[in-house]
């Protein structure tokens, strides 16, 4: 977060001095805060800097003892009236330094009133416009310097009279995409988006009438070629040729913009996903019991065969909810997946049938992959889940056949968009899906990541698709960006990190072992999924000892009898899992532990913690069996 967003989230409250104290460490400007009886009661580093007073000789004393000079008291207590009938305006005033130098400075005064309406206290935000004044100056005194001075900054500077540009500086022309000699003459309505030309007329008519300065606003400009992009943009009465004349100042501010939507937009799916992630966490310990129910009854061979069916459905539904739980966890970044090196050509090569095959005969289907392209730290099968999903929507979005392209190229450190806020130090692999199918409007656009979001509802589509893809690409530290227009196509690029290194083989499988008579001590705050894990491990012929929560579970680890496994939910309702672990440990150091969850990965877990076995919910009774007889096996 920046300091312009913790002032805003700060002044959100109702203010007090001690909130202004706090947003004054973070404005680029000096704030003075005096009391109604005009004793200084904060300044920030900015004003101390400024007037060369410390913060200590300034608190107490009023501005009249230190850098408000007599000549100024007039206009000072006129702009104190001004403010108190709540005529909120900027005023240039003449400060003083502590070395006695006067300097020019734009005051912007605010009273703060009492619950009663009576004033409390003034804050002022304060400006030293020294340079710019000097700079002003320089104009005046001679075209010749002001046209050296514009041409350094990279501000676009621009003089027009009476609505006709007189005068540009390079940054104007750069930002127009026009030479001097296109934009002189010209209106400069011509280089204002419709939409905000009473804006800008208004602004104009304002110094015309007698205003020296016209602060910043946000407005559209034209291009030369006709594009647009948002600027931030001031005016000033200025004399140019010997005439009265406007000048304006503007810098483009797209970027900065893109940068603030996709922050905004990143951690609103942050937030959507967080949710999903509780959704499915809740949804698989109904599933551990839905599952292992069916599978009990199952168990009964004297089972009528029509009921036996109908189980078998259940069971197939619940193993359908469980995927959609991993979606949503997926989307949320909360299911994890052993991240390896990747191929991106081989990974290419071997689902290239099943791409072909999926998008059909009428669509024309074109794959270009760099053969130097790097391998990137995915998961397995991750990018194949990926590209499954998005050609899937590329397809769906092709009714009547079309064209669909897959490309990856490197994107070396430095050369990804900045906007796109990602390490400037990461070395990624651009992977591009091109269609020229219906394409997305714009609200389309900023709803196809969440989760449930579909416009193919009637054709069975979950809406889980791309959210799933945003989900996998995020957790590896990638970005998803998608471009697209309605008739237009869509394009998604996928930014993927380059692996550091090859992928280790995999490790051989733990051995497993026949049912025994250990004792294992299973602690889960829910009671249908703690009876179905007791039913489960009696059934194997374990002795199971079951706990609750953490008071319960360190009853039995306090009383001395036998225990051969810690079998423990992460997420417990008076305590955690890992706090379990911890008591257990410190009482028997050498006792094998083993956590389940709804969650794949909880982001609290210290690496001591996330080493250990994790059993995955929604389990059946067999998969929590072959669990446990490995763990056992491997202690």
Known sequence: MGDRDTASELLSKPLSVEMLAQVGQVLPDGLSVIDTNGVQLVVNDVFCEMTGFSRDAMMGKTPGELYWPPEELDTIRAAFEATLAER???????????????????????VVRDASGEPAFYFAIVKDITEIERAHEAVRDSEARYRTLADSTPYGLAVHIGGIVQYVNHAATELLGASAAELVGRPLSRFVHPDDLELVAARVRALSDGATSAPWARERFRRFDGTYFYADVAGR??????????????????????RERLASETNRLEAIGQLAGGVAHDFNNLLTV??????????????PSELRGDLQSA?????HGSALTRQLLAFSRQEPAEVTAVSVPEELDRIAAVLERM??????????VDPDCWPIRAGSNQLEQVLLNVVANARAAMPNGGHLRVEATNAPAGTVESELLLPATQDFVRIVIDDDGVGMDAKTRAQIFEPFFTTRRAEGGTGLGLAT?????VSVGGTVKVESEPGQG???????????????????????????????LVVEDQAPVRRIAVRSLERDGYTVLEAEG?????VHLEAGGDIDLLLTDIVLRDRTGPAIVDAALALRPALPVMFMSGYANVPSLTPEHAARPLLQKPFTPAALSAAVRAVLAEE
């Open 290 to 303: 839905v599952m292992a129910a069916c599978s009990f009854a199952l168990d009964h061979e004297a089972l």
């Open 88 to 110: 909120f305006d900027h005023f240039r005033l003449t400060f003083c330094r502590a070395n006695g130098e006067r300097f020019p400075v734009i005051v912007s005064p605010n």
């Open 237 to 258: 009465s200025v004399r140019f040729r010997e005439q009265p004349a406007v000048q304006v100042a503007f810098r483009d501010v797209t970027e900065e913009l893109e």
């Open 490 to 520: 869509t394009r998604v690029t996928l930014l993927w990190p380059r692996a550091a290194r090859e992928a280790k083989s995999s490790s051989n499988p733990a051995p497993t072992r026949g049912p025994g008579t250990e004792t294992i």
């Open 359 to 368: 998008v059909g005969e009428d669509v024309v289907f074109e794959r270009s």
């Open 550 to 554: 953490y008071t319960d579970a360190l």
């Open 469 to 473: 893809v945003y989900g996998i690409v």
């Open 315 to 319: 069971t197939e539904a619940a193993r």
